[in-house]
């Protein structure tokens, strides 16, 4: 590469975009850690886009109608503090730079989200920012066909590196962007031919522009380091109608040593090398110093946007003080008035009628009040909108024809699904839920977990939820997957055993600000164990005596979901013999955990035998058994040891021994 020719062809760019590249060196070496390659190799394109087509506004990095910016080769965050840096976000002073991947410091090594404004989303796990992409551009799509043009009308743009198109779930989300005709959703590609191991091709071959065009998408490529020619291939995908990805051909570590190196990627802290390398690269600041004249020229181009900024306050300003509200109201996450009411007149009327509905017909019946209330909603499944019962009457279709439309076929993308739910979220002004089976959590694990990561109130509607599920056997009958869900971090998993526990999970859900959900939901029909009406909602303690002990308390049954009933049926059985029996119903361990001591000792007092009932493995029920002054030959569990089987779900119930005669068994057992 012929370095000196690319400083003379265009000298002021050319310092624009070293300016990153010194940074990156500068933080990088400090540091000890980190990836140098990729933030000097996509110097260029980065500059082009924010100094020439980025809409944004470096003080106001709130501004509902920004371009969205996502780092999908997350690993070059430096690209992204730096621009943010030398843009002049207040959130990223020198000092943040100087303390990159330190504890504490909002300049983290991967951030995903929340650690300084400016900070969209950006990948950790190679993927999912791109994935994550979608979701943003089809939030603005939802929002600009509620709101019009004059309010919501942005770009998403994405640097996606060789890894992120590798990794599967890519593929999920450029398929649907392609059918979705996300016109504004533009991929950036670093195009380098370089990943840890060594070339791309020790592993691919790809012929990703084909890919890409096969997905519906438009493509277009340019040399990732001549500004002119990224100016022209931006401005032609942006004119584009469809999803737009630029093939940008780069060089890793431009003018290092290890330029065109897998040794590019990673940390480059050989202080002669980098010295080298800045001196090629004409530079001659001091470490983590760029002169006046570059940085003013980079402030201007933070400053770019505050006219656009200015004139979009004054069309908002315009609207009607209740569509203001509501905007702000939709932004900030907060729940209309009326949910409350609603959610309680439907916990009423269906203790009246008591019901025998499976769980997951109740979260329909749940949303059937919900969404008309609450126009932030956008629901969807991964083709399997009829067993998930995630489609309410009038939400309509979110299609290229109807971005009014409130639900979407995602296809079956488990994992594209959750991703784009986490970009919705993350967008803001949209409440995203989405359904699948259970089990294939596992499909959608890598977007989950960020959503808890990332702090998302996503919403996760799982049903078939155990062997209840019945004849299509045990690769669709989730045993381990509670565990797994419950024992990830700020996630509230939710597993009702009724209709009117249906209702309260759902509205606790809804609740969330910081935290995703998963409504653990039967496919098999439940009895409506809640036939009292309580204007409280008992779920937001996590567990609460739905029965209680007729006599002599010698034991406490808890139970969650569809195994409520059946603790309710062994209770009859127990009090039949003279043994008296609560019930304990545990619709949200994390919720049950948050409660004042009292309370849980209140639940679940010393002394009497315990028995938990679920259909899973047990891995976890310990903590509430010989826990919270249990005692471990007082403690016994009913469920699944190992996975299930294929045949009706009554016959399965038996076969496993997941019985009310098992239960009260068990209990006599230890008495
Ligand atoms: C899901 C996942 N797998 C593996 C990694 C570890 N990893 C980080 S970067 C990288 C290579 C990525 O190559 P590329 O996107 O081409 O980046 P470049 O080397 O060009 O900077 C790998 C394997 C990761 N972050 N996420
Ligand atoms: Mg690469």
Aim: glycine content about 10%; overall charge negative; charged content about 25%.
């Amino acid at each position: 590469m012929d370095i000196a020719a690319l400083r003379s062809a265009h000298p002021e760019h050319w310092m624009k975009a070293t300016a990153i590249r010194s940074l990156t060196l500068d933080a990088v070496a400090a540091a000890n850690s980190g990836h140098s390659g990729m933030p000097i190799g996509m110097a260029d394109v980065a500059t082009v886009l924010f100094e020439k087509h980025m809409k944004f506004d470096a003080s106001a990095p709130d501004w509902a109608d920004r371009d969205r910016f996502i780092l999908s080769a997350g690993h070059g965050s430096m690209l992204l503090y730096s621009l943010l840096y030398l843009t002049g976000y207040e959130s990223m002073p020198l000092s943040e730079i100087k303390n990159f991947r330190q504890l504490g410091a909002s300049t983290a090594g991967h951030p995903e989200f929340g650690h300084a404004a400016g900070i969209e989303t950006t990948t950790g796990p190679l993927g999912q920012g791109i994935a994550t992409a979608v979701g943003f551009a089809m939030a603005e799509e939802v929002l600009r066909a509620r709101w019009g043009a004059k309010i919501m009308d942005h770009h998403t743009w994405v640097i996606a590196g060789d890894g992120c198109l590798m990794e599967g779930v890519s593929q999920e989300a450029i398929a649907f962007a392609g059918r979705q005709e996300l016109s504004k959703l533009i991929v950036l590609w670093d195009d380098n031919g370089i990943t840890i191991d060594g070339k791309v091709d020790l592993s691919d071959r790809t012929d990703q522009l084909a890919r890409f065009a096969a997905s519906g998408w438009d493509v277009f490529s340019c040399d990732g380091h001549d500004p002119a020619d990224i100016d022209r291939a931006i401005t032609e995908a942006k004119a584009s109608a469809r999803p737009a990805m630029i093939a940008c051909k780069t060089h890793i570590a431009l003018g290092h040593a290890a330029q065109d190196t897998s040794k590019g990627h990673g940390a480059l802290t050989d202080g002669d090398q980098n010295a080298a390398a800045k001196e090629a690269w004409g530079w001659s600041a001091a470490a983590f110093e760029v002169p006046a004249d570059v940085k003013s020229q980079w402030e201007a181009i933070g400053a770019r946007g505050s006219d656009e900024k200015a004139a979009w306050d004054a069309r908002f300003a315009k609207l009607s003080g209740a569509k203001q509200t509501e905007f702000a109201r939709t932004f900030s996450r907060e729940l209309p008035k009326k949910l409350s009411a609603t959610i309680k007149a439907l916990k009423k009327q269906t203790s009246e009628d008591a019901p025998k509905v499976a769980t997951r017909k109740a979260s329909e019946m749940a949303l059937g009040a919900i969404n008309p209330i609450m126009p932030e909603t956008v629901g969807g499944s991964a083709d399997l909108t009829g067993s998930n019962n995630t489609k309410t009457a009038d939400l309509g279709t979110f299609m290229p024809e109807s971005r009014d439309g409130r639900y979407v076929y995602y296809g079956i993308r488990e994992h594209g699904m959750a991703a784009a739910m986490n970009g919705m979220s993350l967008h803001g002004g949209v409440r995203p839920y989405g359904g699948t089976f259970m089990c294939f959590t596992d499909y959608a694990r890598g977007a989950m977990r960020l959503s808890a990561l990332m702090k998302q109130p996503v919403v996760y509607v799982m049903t078939h939820d155990s062997i209840g599920l019945g004849e299509d056997g045990p690769t669709h009958q989730p045993v381990e997957h509670l565990a797994m869900l419950r024992a990830t971090p700020n996630t509230l998993v939710f597993r009702p055993a009724d209709a009117v526990e249906t209702a309260e999970a759902w509205e606790l859900a809804l609740q969330q600000t910081e935290t995703p959900s998963v409504l653990a939901l039967s496919r098999q029909g439940l009895p409506t164990v809640r036939t009292e009406h309580k204007t409280k909602n008992l779920t937001a303690q996590g567990g609460y005596i739905l029965a209680e002990a007729e006599g002599k308390r010698q034991a406490i049954l808890m139970a969650t979901g569809s195994e409520v009933s059946i603790a309710m049926a062994a209770r009859d059985l127990l009090q039949a013999e003279g043994i008296g029996t609560r019930v304990v119903s545990m619709p949200c361990w994390e919720l049950f955990e948050e409660q004042p001591d009292a309370y849980r000792r209140r639940v679940l007092p010393a002394g009497p035998v315990r028995v938990a009932v679920e259909a899973a493995i047990r891995f976890g029920w310990d903590r509430w058994l010989y826990g919270e002054r249990g005692k471990r030959e007082k403690g016994g569990f009913v469920g699944m040891h190992d996975f299930g089987a294929s045949a009706p779900a009554g016959e399965l119930y038996a076969h496993f021994e997941i019985t009310a005669e098992a239960t009260a068994a068990k209990v006599k057992e230890m008495l």
